[in-house]
């Protein structure tokens, strides 16, 4: 039975509320619109009041919408099944576009859009900060208990995530070596110090090369396929489902994916560090008439072990910075096809954007140490 839609504006705690009650459906709005576009709100936020709504589809909550403005979402009082979700999917997606600059190509539209991309850059930063601490105080809380830990998913990600970029890792990284050793035996060449070439390929794979590949080699293949993954579950409505069942998607989908990161990378590193190695002893022995064994006790003996650590170091926090960013896009992802595309991409680019700042803030917090 269908039941005639209602609402009553009032103060309530200093709060000005807007209850809305019985059916607001397709076939049921066209009672209440014309006084709704005539009712003035007071300034200031108003609360929506849900505890006697009955039933609602996008066209009831695209007019509460509208009534109450486009700022931002609504605070929503009382509870109801369907009202949270279908208002919060219809305020997204009715969202008015930016305004087009006055005066197009002009001084004043490139202040706008410098300004506008400069607080868009504040906003990610600090959602990505509040994503991290969500995620690293959950990750701490389920290490402290590890019977809550899922490790089926932990260990099908490793596996995903690790082992199976272990090819690409050391094939590429390999030939990294080798134009190391290329470059260096050229450029040393001039000045009769080719034998600094095992130097040369020591210190940047173990350091620098080895992990910045890995990194970058995960950004652009397992921090997708995060995205997408999750992504595509928040389009099948997968993950509102898990949340009803009252599953956290942050210890379902997000702690796994960090723990399997963090664990794999640095093994990923090292891989990566012994190919590039190996790249660089096959140019010295076929290019440069260094023997293999001279290689390896010259690396020995004059490339300090501490390189390989100050490496190694980078790699779990490459390795969580990976899967925060994927996972954090991730779950971003709206209802469309696009807006799936559009976070993988940014996805991939944020992550290989901030493995390159974090390297940088690496290379300094190292040299003011001396190692």
Not at 77 to 95: E, F, K, P, W, Y
Not at 225 to 239: C, D, K, V
């Amino acid at each position: 039975m269908t039941t005639r839609p209602t609402f009553k504006l009032h103060e309530e705690d200093g709060r000005t509320v807007l209850t809305v009650a019985g059916d607001w459906t397709v076939t049921t709005i066209q009672v209440v619109d014309e006084e709704l576009r005539a009712l003035e709100l007071p300034a200031g936020a108003v609360v929506l009041d849900v505890s006697e709504l009955g039933r609602i589809d996008t066209s009831g909550a695209l007019v509460i919408d509208r009534t109450l403005g486009r700022g931002d979402r609504p605070e929503i009082l009382g509870s109801h099944h369907s009202a949270n979700d279908i208002i919060a999917q219809v305020h997204q997606a009715t969202q008015p576009l930016e305004d087009e600059p006055a005066h197009p190509g002009s001084v004043f539209s490139l202040f706008e859009r410098t300004g506008r991309g400069s607080v868009k850059v504040w906003q990610e930063t600090v959602a990505t900060l509040s994503f991290l601490g969500e995620a690293l105080y959950r990750t701490g809380a389920l290490v402290m208990r590890p019977a809550r830990l899922r490790w089926t998913p932990t260990v099908a990600v490793m596996e995903e995530a690790g082992l199976d970029a272990l090819p690409i890792v050391a094939f590429l990284s390999f030939f990294v070596g080798m134009v190391v050793a290329f470059i260096g035996a050229t450029t040393l060449a001039d000045f009769g110090a080719t034998i600094f070439v095992v130097e040369l390929v020591g210190i940047s794979m173990m350091r620098e090369f080895g992990v910045i590949l890995t990194a970058i080699i995960l950004a652009g293949r397992t921090n997708s396929s995060f995205t997408a993954q999750i992504g595509a579950m928040r389009m099948r409505q997968e993950i509102d489902a898990m949340t009803t069942l009252g599953l956290s998607p942050m210890e379902v989908l997000v702690v796994p994916r960090i723990l399997a990161m963090v664990l794999m990378t640095p093994v990923l590193s090292m891989v990566a560090t012994l190919a590039g190695i190996a790249g660089g002893v096959v140019v010295g022995w076929l290019a440069l008439d260094i023997n293999p064994t001279v290689f390896a006790a010259r690396l020995q003996d004059y490339v300090p072990v501490s390189n390989f650590w100050v490496g190694l170091s980078k790699a779990p926090v490459f390795g969580l910075v990976v899967a925060l960013i994927g996972c954090r896009q991730g779950l971003l992802v709206g209802g469309s096809v696009q807006s799936l595309g559009h976070h993988t991409t940014t996805s991939v680019v944020q992550a290989i954007f901030s493995i390159i700042v974090i390297d940088a803030l690496f290379a300094i917090f190292y040299m003011e140490l001396g190692i």
